[in-house]
């Protein structure tokens, strides 16, 4: 087995830390220093899915000035139009701001772009079209920050626009009628990691303080707000884990037709709906539309109440899912022929084609960066422009990198780990030369290879089914929240096999001479010829639930041999 991961195990708890949490268990006390909480206040903070702060949606900068512009677009009818992204934060988004503002009593649209006919965020065309029909007032949701020069036209034209948005910003802020971003400078919001659906929500708290009359009830429009906070990787810690905390219940018991069909075709039971569940089965297929089509079948399918529209809808978006991940792995495979050389030669790799679809080169990318722990591009050649998508690694801010590169750029945008751009095809070739430049200036003198993290060693024989019990109490976990995760040394393996339709997962019976496990370890198949009979691994614990029977599971993230 060769060595191709590094380890990394958090230390062990401070002496004064372990005072402060003396409380809770041992094993409590080791997982809540490895997430920053030393005392027992901000531990049960933590366990209660609290916000270590007050907050107040009147703290954004700019708030005050959008709300009032829309409460005087409600109360003379004036024609509003939401103006969404494709993705689950700003299809959530979208249904959420339509959902407030119309049961406020205003005149309310969605607009959610296409991805193929007119790419992300805010476009000319469509803002001149939108004022046509007789609108003065535009609200972003998940978009606009960087859309500095199409704000500058729309006022031109007239149009009043409120950009909410949640990505980073440029050094210039758009000249918009009222801009509500947590990241702006000088922003007094404490908690800068709300996704956009979360910004959106703040606005709704906001409007419903101005028209206290109202029958909506605020925390009926958390079951949207999870869906794309989990399904766009905010961090949950903070006011996200509050939020999703209680968006989970808001979804278990949801009134969304849509939702309980998406969940019926996926076979997801919602009233045990958990963080993963929203990750792995209903994110990809509310994603999947905008992907392959159009992002207004997963909008129609948030807000609508009609039955058959909603199975209907459902089936739509199911097939889209699957259509999605076929032409994923075609896209993937031939990326990889396209960067064979840059493999070995280059610290970021870059792979561009006129077949590709580009709402799927986001995904190949992150394979391609997963695959060979390299930041990597895929994009999409059209007639005049290029687009890409990038992911990245933790050693390398891929936006920061973009920004570097403004002055070919028509427009980019994203965060540290991914991030999008549009190029003309005369300057792709020098925004790729430029920014595998500073991937080698930045990475070629460090040891690139993916750190994998654990909480603590411990033996098998102490794990159980109330340690199991115990962990439940840190939900929900994903990103910014990781699973805890455990290693256990000289573990013996008593059989191993592979499993799946290609073999590429790992089934194990492991024992460390007291307790006896069975053990899965997804895409880790290829370890199985040199597999020894003792190893060191790394896992987290869970329940395994199949045809109805239940046993305790080991769910493997990597292995070394013992030492």
């Not at 007050?54 to 709300?67: C, D, H, I, K, Y």
């Not at 004022?131 to 500095?148: E, F, P, Q, Y």
Request: hydrophobic fraction near 40%; glycine fraction near 8%.
């Amino acid at each position: 087995m060769t060595i191709t991961t590094n380890w990394q195990i958090d230390p062990q708890i401070t002496i004064e830390a372990d005072r402060e949490l003396n409380n809770f268990p041992p094993l409590f006390r080791q997982l809540f220093f490895n997430r920053g909480y030393a005392t027992e206040e901000s531990a049960r903070f933590f366990l209660k899915a609290q916000a270590p702060f007050n907050t107040s949606p009147w703290q954004l900068e700019g708030m005050a000035r959008a709300v009032d512009r829309i409460v005087i677009a409600v109360e003379s009818n004036e024609l509003i139009i939401i103006y969404g992204d494709f993705d689950v934060d700003g299809v959530t988004a979208t249904a959420l701001m339509v959902d407030v503002i119309g049961k406020l009593g205003g005149n309310v649209e969605p607009y959610i772009p296409n991805r193929f006919d007119e790419g992300y965020g805010l476009n000319n065309e469509a803002l001149e079209k939108i004022h046509r029909d007789g609108c003065n007032l535009v609200i972003t949701v998940d978009c606009g920050i960087r859309s500095n020069e199409v704000v500058k036209h729309a006022g031109d034209i007239g149009l009043d626009i409120i950009i909410s948005d949640h990505h980073n910003p440029g050094k210039v802020l758009p000249e918009a009628y009222a801009l509500i971003n947590p990241k702006q400078q000088d922003d007094l919001y404490p908690d800068k990691d709300l996704a956009g659906v979360g910004v959106a929500y703040k606005i709704a708290e906001a409007l419903l303080e101005k028209f206290p009359e109202s029958d909506l009830k605020i925390n009926e429009l958390l079951d949207l707000v999870v869906l794309g906070t989990v399904a766009d990787l905010a961090p949950l810690t903070g006011e996200n884990r509050w939020l999703v905390r209680k968006g989970l219940r808001q979804l278990q018991q949801t009134t969304r037709q849509g939702l309980f069909s998406l969940a019926n075709v996926a076979g997801l039971d919602l009233k045990r709906c958990n963080a993963g569940n929203i990750g792995y089965i209903l994110g990809p297929r509310l994603n999947a539309s905008g992907r392959m089509e159009s992002a207004l079948a997963s909008y129609e399918l948030l807000v609508t109440q009609d039955i058959q529209i909603a199975g209907q809808l459902a089936q739509e978006l199911e097939i889209h899912n699957r259509e999605r991940q076929q032409i994923t792995r075609e896209t993937i495979e031939k990326a990889k022929k396209l960067i064979t050389n840059q493999v070995q030669n280059d610290y970021l790799l870059f792979a561009a084609d006129p077949g590709f679809n580009s709402g799927v080169v986001g995904l190949a990318a992150s394979k391609l960066s997963e695959k060979y722990y390299k930041p990597a591009i895929v994009c999409t050649i059209e007639e005049e422009t290029t687009r890409g998508s990038c992911r990245s690694i933790p050693e390398f801010h891929i936006t920061e990198a973009l920004d570097q590169c403004t002055d070919i750029l028509v427009r980019h945008g994203g965060h540290a780990a991914a991030a999008g751009f549009t190029v003309t095809n005369e300057n792709a070739g020098e925004l790729e030369e430029r920014l595998k430049c500073i991937a080698k200036e930045k990475l070629e003198s460090l040891d690139l290879r993916p750190t994998f993290c654990a909480d603590m060693e411990i033996p098998l024989s102490e794990l159980n089914e109330k340690v199991l019990e115990q962990l439940e109490w840190f939900e929900p976990t994903g990103y910014g929240n990781p699973q805890a995760v455990f290693v256990s040394r000289n573990v013996q393996v008593l059989s191993k096999r592979t499993v799946g339709k290609t073999s590429s997962h790992l089934k194990l019976v492991v024992s460390d001479g007291y307790s006896k496990f069975d053990a899965i370890g997804f895409n880790l198949g290829h370890l199985y010829t040199n597999l020894t009979s003792t190893i060191d691994m790394m896992f987290t614990f869970e329940m395994n639930e199949f045809n109805g029977r239940k046993s305790l599971q080991l769910n493997l993230l990597d292995i070394k041999l013992a030492y």
